[in-house]
């Protein structure tokens, strides 16, 4: 501070003055103006009264008396000003006067006047007055000292602790100033940290920690505990991210001297967790080992934490590895979360490991534990360990498992489609009204598509008044979705309206299920509704578009997903893919996956979007890209039933056989074992287009020998307002309903007339003659389901179907051809995607 008066101290600011307003520029961001006037007070005994006034006026002491003889002291000087303008006369004013106007006009008046050339210590007694009685009017004082090619360091130092004095703090101003003309030394970073910290706008001081690892020299740990604390606070910042990551480059180079602080590290890996680095972030375990500074039990658990929840089993459990070889202490929770993790993953040999380990700590006495477990077997498809946990904690004496347990034994059956045991571990439920179990049961019976059933218990919660969670109806809306029970969906979603259920879940649920039926329009104005759509509602949008083959709409919904700033995952690029898929657009679509693992990491390892791809690849016959891309994943069959599909197209025979061969080889899941029918479905296909009848006769055999049975073509027509009438081939309505009949028999008349004629070569099952064989293909579900729209839909009016399987090509010229013969649109929506009938062509382009 002395350096202020000996720096060029005028004439007129010597004498007793000065210690005072020395002392007074010392404003740090803690002192407030009540300490000030003690220090001028203390400072300056043998000075004015006019000061020890002031403090009696802040303090309330007997304004009443002293406030006429002040005030008439003070009106005077500013005659006397008036008379004579001076610097130190307006320094007296500015010193002793209280009031703001008549300060303020005395500043600007000396400002004004070309004569008098104030100097540093001027400015500093005018931010003392701002502090205590105009801090708004503290950056225009240091921009006139600026202005004025006065010296701003310690301005700037007071300007700061103003601008955090106030409320809210003046960030804003105080960031400009310092940009432009603020002294960039490290203490003034800190306190300018400080102030965005105290504004709640951490994310506004992070440009200052680029600036201070420019400097090239050490810092103080100080200041880098305020950059890491904010960076933590800032997390959702990207910059935050590239912030930690540059100080933690900086410790490693050991170009800053590395702090001996636990928290600091784990402000640092805060941010880098929120934004999936998580490869840096592990880094920073072996960056504090090589510091000698073991990781605290919070980092390992935040860092946990953080793997876990992104599904990142393996790194996860490298880390929980790390922590039992230290002997750090893993948590029960830290566990369960971990299980769950690789439950997700379907990785199994992690969840045995965590599994002997908690036995061997005592931890399944914790029925969350034994939840995730049982739900974590499920997933690796290991459901014999998952039922021998839940036997064993019913074994045990005392009460049963707790509901969320017993929801997850009972998931995990109705995911293996053993439905009746799912049954009677709902039965076990001794609570009869718990919503956990009422949920889980609900949903079971909605993905096993027993539609029915789950509406009816859905029925039974609502009377017994169990509140039905949202996953809940989102699972009954996407079954109604793949019924086509379109009037109960109508109803579900009304539902949901009233009970205040439409969450993100529910929401996407709906647009994926009208659209899966056909109702495009249904989807968007359901879209439409949604003020800030997420990433799951806008990948439902895409979604949709994708399967009717709107490609430039995906795309346009993809944009605003990007402008969103949402991330974007596996999903969102499997039905961009598919969008691509409609009409060819390889280019765009490998363009696409590139950008996806550039920006967010996600790539065609992810079942969804490289079954998309070699869809992509079969469909513009590039059977080896599509093939390659199949052997490189793990054993997954609807990326090979894809690759079939494909060689059937394509009548590539020797690929069809190999490919038939490895889906054969496969141990199939029970709930997948469907797949091996349409293989063998296929593969019969695929000989009858060559005609090789034999080999499609001797697959025929081996699936009655081995007891494979297909899995009946089942067709469901969309009727407006009523529930969906449900067709199998040549089924019993048929034959009952004579209309019906007569209406069939037309279209096959007319159709006749259009010159198609039916293709035995889609016939599986052995007949006894070609006109049998015809007989069949003529009453294939589909074509039921049409002659009975045309029975009763208005003419004109479109025709909307759901096919449980593939549509068969038989089935698939003669709509073409029924779309014209009648000009309806037909809308089929199959197995594998969508189909859009019209004027005798198909929007699949004859390939699905
Ligand atoms: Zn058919
Ligand atoms: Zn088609």
């Known amino acids: 501070m002395t350096g202020l008066i000996s720096a060029g101290a005028p004439s007129w600011a010597t004498g007793p003055l000065l210690p005072g307003s020395a002392h007074v520029t010392d404003a740090g961001p803690s002192s407030g103006p009540m300490q000030h006037l003690a220090v001028v007070v203390c400072a300056r005994r043998s000075w004015c009264h006019g000061a020890r006034r002031t403090m009696m006026q802040a303090t309330g002491v007997q304004r009443a008396r002293s406030a006429p003889d002040r005030d008439d002291q003070q009106r005077a000087r500013i005659d006397e000003f008036r008379r004579a303008p001076s610097v130190p006369l307006a320094f007296r004013i500015i010193k002793q006067d209280s009031d703001v106007e008549r300060v303020w006009s005395v500043f600007q008046q000396v400002l004004g006047a070309r004569a008098m050339r104030p100097r540093a210590p001027f400015f500093q007694s005018m931010m003392t007055f701002c502090r205590r009685r105009l801090p708004a009017k503290a950056p225009d004082v240091f921009d006139a000292a600026v202005a004025r090619g006065i010296p701003s360091d310690e301005l700037f130092g007071s300007l700061i602790g103003i601008c955090c004095g106030t409320n809210p703090p003046m960030l804003q101003e105080l960031l400009d100033r310092y940009v432009r003309c603020g002294p960039h030394t490290l203490d003034t970073m800190f306190r300018v940290a400080h102030v965005c910290r105290a504004s709640g706008?951490?994310?506004?001081?992070?440009?200052?920690?680029?600036?201070?690892?420019r400097f090239n020299a050490d810092l103080p740990e100080k200041l880098l505990s305020m950059f890491a604390a904010c960076c933590a606070e800032a997390d959702s910042e990207v910059q935050a991210a590239d912030r930690a990551q540059q100080l933690l480059d900086l410790i490693r180079a050991r170009r800053i001297t590395p702090p001996d602080n636990r928290q600091l590290f784990g402000n640092l890996v805060k941010p880098l967790i929120a934004h999936r680095r998580f490869e840096a972030a592990i880094d920073v375990l072996s960056l504090m080992d090589s510091i000698d500074l073991p990781p605290s039990v919070h980092l390992y658990t935040q860092l946990l934490a953080g793997l876990a929840s992104a599904d990142r089993a393996q790194q996860g459990f490298a880390v929980f590895r790390a922590m039992v070889d230290r002997d750090v202490d893993v948590s029960d929770r830290m566990v369960a979360s971990l299980v769950a993790a690789c439950g997700r993953c379907a990785t199994l040999p992690p969840v045995e490991t965590l599994h002997r380990f908690a036995v061997d700590r005592r931890m399944l006495g914790n029925d969350f534990i034994i939840c995730s477990l049982v739900s974590a077997y499920d997933q690796c498809n290991a459901l014999d360990a998952a039922e021998r946990v839940f036997q064993e904690r019913c074994d045990r004496p005392g009460p049963g498992p707790d509901p969320r347990t017993l929801a997850a034994m009972i998931r995990a059956y109705g995911r293996h489609?053993?439905?009746s045991d799912a049954a009677r571990v709902f039965d076990l439920a001794p609570v009869g009204d718990d919503p956990d179990i009422w949920n889980g049961f609900t949903c079971t019976l909605a993905?096993?598509?027993?539609?029915?059933?789950?509406?009816?218990?859905?029925?039974?919660m609502r009377a017994r008044q169990v509140p039905a969670d949202p996953t809940t109806v989102a699972c009954l809306v996407a079954a109604c979705g793949r019924c086509a029970e379109l009037h109960a969906m109508a109803s579900l979603h009304q539902q949901a309206q009233a009970d205040g259920l439409m969450t993100n879940a529910v929401i996407s649920a709906l647009i994926y299920a009208y659209a899966h039926c056909g109702q495009l329009e249904a989807a968007e104005r359901v879209f439409q509704g949604v003020a800030r759509p997420d990433m799951i509602v806008l990948t439902a949008m895409i979604a949709a578009y994708g399967h009717h083959g709107l490609v430039a709409k995906a795309f346009a919904t993809y944009d605003r997903l990007k402008s969103s700033g949402e991330p974007a995952d596996e999903r969102t690029l499997a039905s961009l893919l598919t969008a691509c898929s409609h009409v060819g657009e390889v280019g765009r679509a490998e363009r696409t996956a590139l950008e996806f693992k550039s920006a967010w990491g996600v790539g065609l390892e992810s079942p969804y979007a490289r079954n998309c791809m070699i869809d992509l690849y079969g469909r513009s016959g590039n059977l080896n890209e599509a093939e390659r891309l199949a052997s490189a994943s793990a054993a997954d069959v609807v990326a090979w039933m894809s690759v079939l599909a494909a060689c059937r197209q394509h009548g590539d025979v020797p690929r069809a056989e190999r490919v038939f061969a490895i889906i054969q080889a496969m141990d199939l899941p029970a709930?997948?074992?469907?797949?091996?029918?349409?293989a063998y479905v296929l593969m019969g296909n695929v000989y009858t287009g060559v005609g090789r009848y034999a080999d499609a006769r001797r697959l025929r055999d081996e699936m009655d020998a081995l007891g494979i049975?297909?899995?009946p073509g089942r067709t469901s027509l969309i009727l407006p307002g009523q529930a969906a009438m449900h067709f199998l081939s040549g089924d019993d309505r048929y034959r009952?309903?004579?209309?019906?009949?007569?209406?069939?028999?037309?279209m096959?008349?007319?159709?006749?007339?259009?010159?198609?004629?039916?293709?035995?070569a889609v016939v599986v099952k052995e007949t006894a003659s070609v006109s049998d064989a015809k007989q069949s293909v003529c009453l294939h579900s589909e074509k039921l389901a049409i002659a009975y729209a045309l029975k009763t839909l208005p003419p004109g009016a479109p025709v909307h179907a759901v096919k449980n399987l593939r549509v068969c090509p038989d089935c698939h010229e003669a709509t073409k051809a029924l779309s014209a013969i009648y000009r309806r649109d037909i809308y089929i929506r199959d197995a594998n995607r969508h189909h859009h009938f019209r004027d005798g062509q198909c929007s699949c382009g004859d390939y699905w």
């Open 201 to 213: 706008r951490p994310a506004s001081a992070l440009f200052l920690v680029d600036e201070a690892a």
């Open 447 to 460: 993905k096993a598509d027993r539609l029915p059933e789950g509406l009816s218990a859905l029925r039974a």
């Open 736 to 746: 009952a309903d004579a209309a019906l009949r007569e209406t069939h028999a037309r």
């Open 417 to 419: 489609g053993r439905l």
């Open 671 to 678: 709930h997948l074992l469907s797949h091996v029918a349409s």
């Open 748 to 760: 096959m008349r007319d159709l006749a007339q259009h010159g198609y004629c039916p293709d035995v």
């Open 709 to 711: 049975c297909k899995i």
